[in-house]
């Protein structure tokens, strides 16, 4: 069966163009934008001025004391060459000038926007929910995130001057021929619709090979990612020639891809060259004749001879730009597609402040276990001294206290390492009880792999499920009966699609998600580490911890004595992924991390199922002291381990089957009681002689 879900559809408002985006993305950058196009303009007005002073020095020599200059003044023709040479002295200083100035300017226009958008962009990424991530491959998120934001820098670098100068260019020089010789300047212009209809064919031709080159170096990439990260499986499995061949085919698609896109972006040059060719010499015979005729002076025809050059050539770069822009905004959409992807799982407003408030006031909670009260007013008063609350009297209702400032900046971990442990004596301390309720919930997968939003058949199924502040319950079941979602549900990785979830009264959905994320300590079932040393690993999340912090929660983890054994100690580098750890070595520093986080509610979600045996007891014994006070959730293969817990929960195929303590349970001779038996034979024959 399935359930209905109200699905966001928001991102169906009319697709702007991406150069639109690009623009009100980068408002803030807007005078930095205007400064480089001025210098941009500038610089290609003062790079168009030699012509021009051709022009007039034939001018000078040809006509003497009658010349152009002669009339503003300059009466001798050696006066006029000195001006001459002063102004040409001025205009090449004002080119490099301002050919300096634009380059900085837009590159670094072109730096600042890759950075903005890459860390804005990954922001987003981070905040988005899992199924998304899910749907797609790393690879292709990276690309997005390193190649497509270096595409748009590269048109920034170069690509944006190069449009705005042959536009200076078309404009000054079609200008100046309307003004100079209106009777040919039709000529030197009839190209340039030509030129222009052609680029934008060509544009247009190009765009979609453009766009699948995109899709199949993203497709390769992916394969590459994947390929790296499962080498030992590509290994073990003996599959390298086949992996070869995947990747020979996927190469092969992205090289026939980028071939298909050459094979017409490559005609496009000498295609144009010829129409610029009839253009420049329809003014040279025409103009010639002209000025053999005398209505065209000598200096004029060489000006113009040199400009239609300086005016037609800079337009068959226009096809090479163009295509720089083409894949710029192919880049730009994927960008900022990434940037409006709507986050589908919104942070509440409430803080643990707000509610530590009302705390007092409000009494909640009827413990099913005992058949009284909990949560007594006095609890929200205490709180712990050390960062564990560990090897101090047994204080009856000792409360892990959560520190909910967030504040303050947030040092590197190592070099807060060795500092001395903070005083805990701190107003932003408010006790969270870490009463669960989970009431009537029911949830699916989604699944955007086919289309949008297929709904996939349902994993959590009309659960109810109250866990009282600081009691131990345990849940038990089948592979895939949902455990371990359930536990995802209560971070709210997935969004619940009915029912509500409230800890300590307050549906969770109200709750800041750092706030809620903070109060749980999450030892997940693949416990993912992060390159680097162990103890770096140990203080992740933990910023302000010290090195006795951590070796106090790699003691109760029992992972102190291997930690000791590693050739660094703490300061071993565990590997990619903690790769160059066991499985229960990496379990038991997820463990030590999760405890060192110190959070008022902890899960394990078959945190020891890779340890030995007699390590997970141990681990089992420190724990025992550690969760005392504190909501925990154990899920487990090994009942020997749950035992112990307030109340043992069996669950099937998404729904609670079985409750109640180890002995009601195996007096129920159920499902548990049956678990219970084989395991328990199993033990025994294991245990023989
Ligand atoms: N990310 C996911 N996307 C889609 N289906 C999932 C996902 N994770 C788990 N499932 C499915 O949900 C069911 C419950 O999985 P899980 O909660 O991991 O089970 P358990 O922890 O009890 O072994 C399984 O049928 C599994 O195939
Ligand atoms: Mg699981």
Redesign the pocket.
């Known amino acids: 069966m399935t359930i209905a879900v109200s699905t966001d559809s928001s991102v169906s408002s009319p697709p702007t163009h991406p150069l639109i985006r690009l623009f009100r993305y980068g408002r803030p950058y807007r005078s930095q934008f205007w400064l480089a196009t001025l210098c941009s303009v500038l610089n290609k007005t003062f790079d168009l001025a030699p012509p021009v002073l051709i022009g007039i020095a034939v001018d000078v020599v040809v006509q003497r004391e009658a010349s152009a200059l002669a009339r503003l003044g300059l009466p001798s023709a050696q006066s006029q060459l000195l001006f001459l040479a002063l102004l040409t002295l001025v205009i090449w200083g004002l080119e490099s000038l301002f050919e300096y100035a634009y380059a900085r300017l837009w590159r670094n226009l072109g730096q600042t926007i890759q950075h903005d958008l890459r860390l804005d962009a990954y922001a987003h990424m981070q905040e988005l929910e899992?199924?998304y991530f899910?749907s797609r491959h790393t690879g292709g998120l990276i690309a997005i995130l390193n190649d497509d934001i270096n595409q748009l820098e590269r048109f920034l670098d170069f690509g944006a001057n190069e449009v705005l100068q042959v536009l200076t260019t078309v404009l000054l020089v079609g200008g100046g021929f309307w003004i100079v010789a209106p009777s040919i300047a039709w000529m030197a212009m009839l190209p340039i619709p030509f030129i222009l209809w052609g680029s934008f064919s060509f544009q247009k031709l190009l765009a979609p090979r453009y766009a699948d080159v995109r899709e199949k170096v993203s497709a390769l990439s992916a394969r590459l990612s994947n390929n790296l990260s499962g080498i030992v499986t590509i290994k073990s499995f003996v599959t390298e020639a086949e992996e070869v061949t995947r990747l020979r085919l996927d190469s092969e698609a992205y090289r026939q891809s980028n071939q298909r896109a050459i094979r017409l972006s490559a005609a496009f040059t000498p295609l144009i060259r010829i129409i610029i060719l009839l253009g420049f010499t329809a003014l040279l015979v025409y103009g010639g004749l002209e000025a053999l005729s005398g209505r065209l002076t000598v200096g004029v025809y060489s000006m113009m001879l040199f400009m239609i050059q300086r005016l037609l050539w800079p337009l068959t770069r226009l096809g090479e730009t163009l295509d720089q822009y083409q894949r710029a905004m192919a880049s730009t959409n994927r960008v900022m597609n990434l940037l409006d992807t709507p986050i589908a799982i919104h942070s509440g407003q409430l803080t643990w402040a707000e509610i530590g408030q009302t705390i007092g006031q409000q009494q909640s909670g009827f413990d099913p276990f005992n058949g009284r009260r909990n949560g007594s007013g006095s609890d929200s008063g205490h709180t712990a001294q050390g960062a564990l609350g560990l090897g101090k009297p047994a204080a009856g209702n000792l409360v892990p206290v959560y520190r909910s400032d967030h504040s303050t900046a947030q040092p590197e971990p190592t070099s807060h390492a060795f500092q001395p442990a903070q005083p805990t004596a701190d107003p932003s301390l408010f006790p969270i009880r870490g009463e669960i309720w989970l009431k009537q919930v029911s949830f699916a997968?989604r699944?955007f792999q086919v289309s949008d939003n297929v709904i996939?058949p349902v994993?959590i199924h009309d659960l109810s499920l109250h866990i009282p502040a600081g009691k131990t319950i345990a849940i038990v079941?089948?592979?895939?009966?949902?455990?371990?979602?359930?536990v995802?549900l209560l971070l709210r990785l997935y969004e619940i699609q009915a029912g509500e979830i409230l800890l300590d009264g307050v549906n969770i959905r109200e709750l800041q998600l750092a706030e809620l994320r903070r109060a749980i300590g999450w030892v997940s079932?693949d416990v993912y580490l992060f390159h680097g040393t162990v103890l770096e690993n140990i203080l992740y999340g933990s910023p302000t911890a010290t090195l006795a912090d951590a070796i106090e929660a790699a003691q109760v983890a029992e992972a102190h004595e291997f930690i000791q054994n590693l050739p660094y100690g703490y300061d071993t580098i565990v590997g990619e992924r903690g790769q160059k750890l066991s499985g229960g070595q990496r379990q038991r520093l997820a463990i030590a991390r999760a405890v060192l986080k110190n959070p008022p509610i902890l899960i394990l979600?078959e945190a020891t199922s890779a340890v030995d045996n007699e390590t997970e007891a141990a681990i089992q014994r420190s724990l025992e002291h550690i969760t005392q006070n504190r909501t925990t959730i154990a899920?487990a293969h090994r009942l020997s381990t749950i035992r112990n817990a307030d109340r043992i929960y069996v669950?099937e195929q998404?729904k609670l089957v079985e409750q109640g303590t180890h002995e009601m349970l195996l007096e129920q001779q159920g499902i548990y009681a049956n678990l219970w038996q084989i395991q328990m034979g199993a033990h025994r024959l294991q245990s023989l002689p």
Do not use: A, F, N, P
């Open positions: 899992l199924e899910e997968y699944d996939r994993v079941g089948s592979t895939g009966s949902g455990k371990s979602t359930l995802k079932q979600d899920i669950m998404g």
